[in-house]
């Protein structure tokens, strides 16, 4: 056996063995299972949290997705995100003739054969996504969201020494590595604290001999955490928002309202009318666009269109909400949108064709859309100030 990619720590009268793999190796997959039958572990340790072990092994999870209450609690976003990054993974696998997780699937596999317990060890990936996302204003999401994209669209065309980095880095980290050089806040999130997380997890599995299934990339990390006190609880709470994003929330809908007030003031009925029609323009104008170029239904985009510049100064409610609701109303996801989602997700068209993400995308389109017409529309009214 390969002990390359072993790494074994004794203490009293356990021993861990820790198994860096890579995500998209056909030889990581080879090496889990010659490590779990050889060595007959008390239990196996893996890199997933309750979700994705539940993706993993579950088929119909998708099915009881409820997109009702995605859109109520201002996930879909992050859900879209999340979607894309799964999807890139895929087409990786496909590229290199593995599907991605297989080293997971085999040591769950390997595990029940061997009669070992299943120990999960890594943070539940919302709670990990949603203090990347508290750290991230709305130009660093859409510089997020348009660099998985590319990447996304870039598989094609990966080179092999591309292909070798990705098996040896976390999926996430490789698509977040131009980011991660101005955002370290990231990459402190996303791997330095998962890999005290995945630490004390380990520690904390049952038996005297386990075997832990990691990315390769956590092992230095976890070789370097492993004699260190860990605050699970810490490493779990979701920081609140900035005190400043609160502030915005409800500045920028004063400030147009206090530049309508005083165009009538200042420039008359025709300044105010003016302004009031700069703002409508500009919201309705960009959410309706957002909305068409997630193909959304003709009634979606006129929803849009009317909510917009309404919703634009109401903090508490966004366009792509009410458009994401209407199209639900009006074209429902049926069990079958589900059943394709983790095939459709693969290609460009897919994503736009499946009845799911187009409301994910007709969500975001039309937020990012009544948001860049909020930005245009204010200098534009200010103009009639003068």
Known sequence: ?????????????????????????????????????????????????????????????????????????????????????????????????????????????????????IH????????????????????????????????????????EEDIERMKREDVLETLLSEMGTHLPEMRRILIDERDLYLTHRIRQAPGSKVVAVVGAGHVPGIKRAWKQTIDLDELEVVPPR???????????????????????????????????????????????????????????????????????LNPLIAAGWVAGLVQIFLNKPKVSDFERLPEDIVTIKGFWSNKITRVLLIVVLTNVGSSVGTFVAIPLMARFMT
């Open 1 to 117: 056996m390969n002990e390359e990619n072993i790494y074994r720590i004794h203490e009293s009268e356990r021993e861990i063995i820790l198994v860096g793999t890579a995500h998209v190796s056909e030889e990581s997959v080879r090496l889990v299972e010659t490590v779990i039958r050889e060595e007959k572990p008390d239990t196996v340790c893996i890199e997933l949290c309750q979700a994705r072990y539940e993706t993993l092994t579950q088929q119909k999870t998708w099915q009881d997705t409820d997109l009702f209450k995605i859109i109520k609690e201002k996930k879909a976003f992050l859900l879209l995100a999340n979607l894309i990054l799964s999807a890139f993974q895929k087409r990786i696998g496909r590229k290199l003739g593995i599907q991605p997780g297989e080293e997971m699937r085999r040591a769950i596999v390997c595990a029940g054969e061997a009669g070992a317990r």
């Open 120 to 159: 999960l060890a890594d943070r539940d990936i919302r709670t990990t996504l949603a203090r990347v996302w508290r750290l991230m204003g709305f130009w660093s999401k859409m510089k997020l969201l348009s660099q998985m994209l590319v990447s996304f669209g870039e598989v094609d065309d990966i080179k």
């Open 242 to 312: 900035s005190p400043l994003l609160g502030i915005l929330k409800w500045g920028i809908p004063a400030l147009v309202l206090l530049l309508i007030v005083l165009g009538f003031f200042y420039s008359g009925k025709s300044g105010g009318t003016d302004m009031i029609k700069t703002w409508v323009l500009a919201n309705a104008g960009l959410s309706g666009l957002g909305a068409a170029l997630a193909l959304a239904h003709p009634l979606t985009i006129l929803s849009a269109v009317i909510a917009a510049p309404f919703t634009s």
